[in-house]
């Protein structure tokens, strides 16, 4: 149930990817202001992140998520009253503030309702129907832009209005029943996991996974943000058509993500499985600087998209056997920080580069830093799992 609250709000998510083209071509911003605005899009999910893990240790996921379910549906409709730099990135700031402390309860209600031994394939299943309402919404988003912008934000409103609705109707008894019962920890990696009360940010291996998540992030996220600017301005493709290929990558993920998920798991150890991940995704943007062909830029999106299914469930579920039951929030706030500091990074960055040095350098840096964080990641992981890693 919790995947399904999670498609109903995520078909209505289509502002993200068009909300650099909406302010370059609605607005009239440039390309540095339109940046600069989205990086603000990852201060407040920064924020909220860290909230959204406070808050669910100490009221519980169900709470979290159902607020910021509700909070989130008048701000989308708000958007559009702040026509100015300033004040679009101050409604994007808060917007983000409210919607990302939904992501830690999420992570954390997954969890607790997953069966044990399931816990990469629940997460899959979740981002399973994130993708499915991706791969809707920005072909929806395309179609729509090209009528009003406006329909966009409206559209988003009702979607996390009735992902609302719906979650605290078939949750507000099941959460208390449910409360206590199916923890995460396996044998394998109960040994090693840290104290139960431990701060995630006193555990010095997590801390530097977090940073090559960071790392991975800034350069995969700009599939939200400089990739939409770059079919628009480089390879000069009409809104529709930047949601078809949007959603044809969600589409990749939503048909594949429980297939390779599970071989993944049956023949990998988490450590390669992030490796092979991660240099897919180097692969897919330097694909970018061979030509602008669309046969490419589908080969492009294919290649991003399995190599997401490879790395961002298996993330999630390394930040959950690292944490005990009594941290977990903490944890998975802290998970949610690391990808949130890319939207601040990666808006200001990929336009800075992209507008100074051209698309192709930001494209041949974007590779060069994943292959090299793949190598880095794949270290770190066996150096946090030592004793799951050499038994596989």
């Known amino acids: 149930m919790l995947s399904i609250v999670m498609l109903i709000n995520r078909t209505g998510t289509m502002v993200l990817p068009f909300l650099g083209v909406y302010m370059t071509d609605q607005l009239n911003f440039s390309i540095k202001e339109s940046g600069m605005v989205l990086s603000f899009y990852g201060i407040g999910a920064v924020i909220g992140s860290w909230l959204g893990g406070y808050f669910t240790d100490k009221f519980g996921e169900y709470r979290v998520q159902s607020i910021s379910l509700f909070l989130s ?24 503030i409210i919607s990302e402390t939904f992501r830690p309860a999420n992570s954390v209600a997954i969890t607790k309702y997953a069966k044990i031994g399931n816990l990469t394939r629940a997460f899959s299943l979740n981002r399973m129907a994130v993708n499915l309402g991706f791969s809707i919404g920005p072909a929806m988003g395309g179609i729509l832009s090209a009528i009003s912008y406006e329909l966009l934000f409206v559209t988003n409103a009702l979607g996390a209005l009735v992902a609302g609705i719906v979650y605290v109707r078939f949750f507000r008894r099941r959460h208390k029943i449910y409360q206590g019962r199916q923890r995460i920890r396996q044998k394998l990696v109960e040994k090693e996991a840290v104290e139960k009360h431990q701060s995630p940010y006193k555990d010095f291996p997590f801390l530097v996974y977090c940073f090559l998540c960071t790392l991975f992030s800034i350069c995969f996220f700009q599939f939200f943000n400089t990739l939409p600017l770059f079919y628009k301005q480089e390879v000069h493709l009409d809104a529709p058509t930047i949601g078809y290929i949007l959603g044809y990558g969600g589409f990749i993920v939503v048909i594949l993500e429980m297939l390779v998920v599970d071989y993944a798991e049956r023949h990998f150890t988490m450590a390669k499985t992030l490796l092979y991940g991660i240099l897919m995704c180097g692969i897919a943007y330097l694909i970018l600087v061979v030509n602008h062909h669309m046969a490419l830029l589908l080969l492009s999106m294919s290649l991003l998209s399995i190599g997401e299914i490879l790395v961002l469930p ?7 056997l690292r944490s005990g039951k009594n941290n977990q929030g903490a944890y998975m706030g802290l998970s949610g920080i690391t990808f949130s500091i890319a939207f601040i990074i990666t808006p200001l960055l990929g336009t800075n580069i992209a507008n100074e040095l051209g698309f192709n ?25 030592p004793r799951v890693e050499q038994h596989h």
């Open 314 to 320: 298996f993330m999630v579920t390394i930040t959950a």
């Open 361 to 385: 350098t930001l494209w041949l840096g974007t590779g060069a830093i994943l292959v090299s964080t793949a190598i880095a990641m794949y270290i770190v992981i066996r150096w946090l799992f």
């Open 73 to 96: 549906a008048p701000l989308f409709l708000l958007i559009p009253l702040f026509p100015s730099v300033k004040a679009m990135a101050c409604i994007i700031l808060v917007q983000s």
